[in-house]
């Protein structure tokens, strides 16, 4: 990896406000360090401000449909054979996305499927297994500089000390995945409201 090459891509990153992703360079070897730089390179770098403001800043008024219904939902508690088939679809279908991401070595579809795997098992008061599966997800994120990403884990592993009672662990995460995200002017992103109202979910039960 050339100095050159290093430069070239902080000056690109820097145009457009995207520095935090080389935040961790420190801290990778020699082959991570590539793979971050070609995955740098393939980034559409010019339409990311624009993506920011539309998707994520944006704050258009919603408008309710005179037809608003329930959502259609499956409960956490699996008492049917049905439901418990319909998960262990799912968590076949994400195990396969896993593997097939570690055998291309695409960490983006690794993470994914590590966070809704979590997901899974979370639901179904796995705690133990669910925190794993979002350590590894965390690292990964941590590993390409994805700060959404390390974001979303910390919320989780701070999900899971709530659910231990861990309140003052839990809200710990709670405030380091809002500051990250608050960090790179996502403080108002859905994400953020999510960790937000989970930090007041925690204060109402701690009182």
Known sequence: MSEITLKNAE??????????????????????????????????????????????????????????????YYPIEQDTPELKQKYKKASQVLEEALKIGKESNDMGIQANSLQKLGTILQDQKQYDNAASLYYQGLAICQQIGDIVGIATFINNLGAIDFSYKKYEIALQKYQEAFNLLNQVGLGESPLAHTILRNIDHLNLQSK
């Open 11 to 72: 000056k690109r990153l820097k145009k457009h406000k995207q520095q935090h992703l080389l935040r961790f360079w420190g801290l990778l070897d020699q082959s991570q360090k590539e793979q971050l730089i070609d995955q740098i390179n393939r980034l559409d770098l010019p339409w990311i401000n624009t993506w920011v403001e539309k998707y994520i800043k944006k704050n258009d008024a919603f408008k309710l449909p005179a037809d608003l219904a329930p959502a259609s």
